[in-house]
């Protein structure tokens, strides 16, 4: 998405890209900032997302539309947002964004998805680690980075 920040893989080759999109499960977790406060330290979210008529997803009874489990951690709170993590099992795109929203926590920045703030002037969404297997050795790696600065300082006031 492009309005979002963090990690990302780029192959060099098609033989490796086909290997990193085919062949090997990618494992993406996300710190973002929210509006409000979650009632747990952690939880579970499930939902079965569809996207309606305009791109966006809506939930749907069971069985139908896109599964998608993400757990959830409450990191810190302040200024009426918070910053969780998001470890989805699966990761498609617009899902912690709809997924967030359902909560009644839309991702800071996120008007499509009900977002009444924006003081970053984007979507507060960061990729901050990623998990695969080495396209040659096929052992498991994980590139991270860090909580992005300014996502800190939103929930701090600083």
Same mark, same amino acid.
């Given at each position: 998405?492009?309005?979002?920040?963090?990690?990302?893989?780029?192959?060099?080759?098609?033989?490796?890209?086909?290997?990193?999109?085919?062949?090997?499960?990618?494992?993406?977790?996300?710190?973002?900032?929210?509006?409000?406060?979650?009632?747990?330290?952690?939880?579970?979210?499930?939902?079965?997302?569809?996207?309606? %008529?305009?791109?966006? *997803?809506? @939930?749907?009874? #069971?069985? &139908? $539309?896109?599964?998608?489990?993400?757990?959830?951690?409450?990191?810190?709170?302040?200024?009426?947002? %918070?910053?969780?993590? *998001?470890? @989805?099992?699966? #990761?498609? &795109? $617009?899902?912690?964004?709809?997924?967030?929203?359902?909560?009644?926590?839309?991702?800071?920045?996120?008007?499509?998805?009900?977002?009444?703030?924006?003081?970053?002037?984007?979507?507060?969404?960061?990729?901050?680690?990623?998990?695969?297997?080495?396209?040659?050795?096929?052992?498991?790696?994980?590139?991270?980075?860090?909580?992005?600065?300014?996502?800190?300082?939103?929930?701090?006031?600083?």
């Amino acid at each position: 998405d492009k309005k979002e920040s963090g990690l990302m893989i780029i192959a060099i080759g098609l033989k490796t890209g086909r290997y990193l999109r085919e062949e090997t499960e990618l494992k993406y977790r996300h710190y973002a900032v929210v509006e409000g406060m979650p009632n747990q330290e952690k939880a579970n979210w499930k939902h079965y997302l569809v996207k309606n %008529s305009i791109g966006l *997803f809506k @939930p749907q009874t #069971y069985d &139908k $539309g896109n599964e998608s489990n993400v757990e959830v951690q409450h990191m810190n709170s302040g200024n009426g947002m %918070s910053l969780l993590k *998001f470890s @989805p099992e699966e #990761y498609f &795109k $617009g899902q912690l964004r709809a997924q967030s929203a359902l909560q009644g926590m839309p991702i800071v920045g996120d008007k499509r998805y009900g977002s009444k703030l924006n003081p970053l002037q984007r979507t507060c969404l960061h990729i901050f680690s990623l998990s695969f297997n080495h396209p040659k050795t096929e052992k498991p790696m994980e590139v991270k980075t860090r909580v992005p600065s300014e996502f800190l300082r939103l929930i701090k006031g600083k």
